[in-house]
């Protein structure tokens, strides 16, 4: 998978935890916009994967949304050639 498909994949699974919970909890747009401190047209582009989160701002909304965030970050394996 190419670097900006691996992005716009993982955006779009951002993106679309972040409509499934704000729905679960019962909160519209403009609802999530007040609790966040930001505009509704800003929670638009969160949900429709329109926009790069920050980690600051991914980490506010998961824990305003009550969403789990683990980041796992690894050193590929490089394939080794048996002789």
């Not at 403009?30 to 509704?40: C, K, Q, R, S």
């Not at 429709?48 to 009550?66: A, H, P, W």
């Amino acid at each position: 998978m190419k670097t900006t498909e691996a992005i716009e994949k993982f955006q779009s699974d951002i993106s679309d935890v972040i409509t499934r919970q704000r729905i679960l909890m019962g909160l519209t747009q403009n609802d999530l916009a007040e609790i966040m401190g930001v505009f509704p047209d800003t929670v638009n582009e969160w949900e429709s994967g329109n926009t790069y989160f920050t980690l600051e701002m991914l980490v506010k909304i998961c824990s305003r949304l009550d969403i789990g965030l683990e980041v796992k970050i690894t050193p590929r394996q490089k394939e080794v050639n048996e002789p």
